[in-house]
């Protein structure tokens, strides 16, 4: 089935940003198994990826103020690469390696999956993806549908020719669906503008300084730590329901106790500021990206001992964004109008978030078949999002980054936390400690990679 394939504006506008500031925002999943994997079965799996959400590139307009276009990427996926043994020790750096290898949604390839075999028999699959082509659950459909051997079918065209007269004939398309689009832009103009003089007070505020470490920081590009954690679900359950909450206030309450930790309350009152990934995909949905964001503050003091307060705040949180439209995606539609230039200080204007935000994504319960990249299970899965070329000046000035994803899965909750510390030591061990910490306040414990 054919659906239409320009971009979405929010796609867009990731997309433009990204190129404007030279960064890349990746997906990963990793699946552990303590065994040899079924080659065979893998690279059957790679086929059928093809015909998910990674099946496709993005080709921009040919006109400055164009929308870009979904068309077909086959062919330019990577093939599976199966690496030389490695220890087990070294699962946490090659999983780093292969977040760090070049993914570009335009050009391909989109998407790279490779195999670590290790010296005692396991085994280690990563699957890296760019963010511009989907988002967390784009990415366990797409999963899901290829270990199955199933296909969405989008039907997506094949890239234009390069051809003088295949950009012409393209210009003269996007020319005309942009004119079909000017009377939601002019509605748009006009909704920007009510917005920005109601806001003008806050707009012309300066921005608060992020600690000492304002303006410090250097041109070098860093790497921001890693790590998974593996809890029993059954412990995970127990310890939420005798602390009056659920499985998503239990992930909020950790990630408020590990913000606090890492200097991150921002919030009023020395809250921890929780932004809230919320799907809104549908059936038949094409977007990379089909979410909103929830906003909530936690206060980190209390979530050990009683959850129910911030329990109650995450509803109404996620209530409120399902009930209120969120009013940066006014400025949406204007996105192809944007001087490249301003795209990278756009995306404050579209998050306006808090001070020091934590984001937290709770994928809630997987299907068995996310596990059986290869048909059987795996011992372990987790999710992670990545940011490639992270410029130290830049997630300095920012006040640190800290970011965890979590998913239920047989018997096991994955929690994994991505976070960067101003002045810290910023290390994997470091950031291992910190998680340690945290589950102990809660009387859990787990694995830790």
Known sequence: MRHANRLAHLDQAMFDAMRAGNRAQLMQCLWIYEHPVDLDALQRFHHHLNGTFAGRLIERSPLPFGRHRWVSGRGTECAMVVESPRSRDDLSDWTDEQAALPIDPEHGPGW???????TDGASAVSLVASHCMADGVAGIVSVICAAKGESLNFGYPAPRHRSVRAGMRAARTDLAATARDMPE??????AAVRLLVRRRHELARPAPAVGSMTGAGSARIVTVPAISLFLDV?????????????????????????????????????????LLALSDRGLDDTRANAMTIGNVGVDPTVVTSDLSTARAAIRAAIQARRETRDESELFLPLIPFVPRRAMTRLSDAFVGAAGLPVSCSNMGELDPAFS?????????????GIDQNVVERDIVRAGGHL??????????????VVGYQPGAENSKAWLRGLAAQVLSEFDLSGVIV
Do not use: H, Q
């Open 403 to 416: 970011v965890l994803v979590s998913g239920r899965l047989g018997a096991k909750i994955s929690i994994s």
């Open 112 to 118: 790279r999956l490779a195999v670590l075999p290790m």
């Open 185 to 190: 832009v002019l509605r748009t103009i006009g």
């Open 234 to 274: 059954d412990d995970w359950d127990s310890c939420a329901k005798a602390l009056g909450g659920n499985t998503y206030s239990l992930l909020a309450g950790f990630a408020a106790r590990l913000g606090a930790r890492m200097g991150r309350c921002g919030g009023e009152g020395g809250a921890v500021n929780l």
């Open 372 to 384: 059986r990249a290869d048909g059987t299970d795996a011992e372990f899965v987790v999710m992670r």
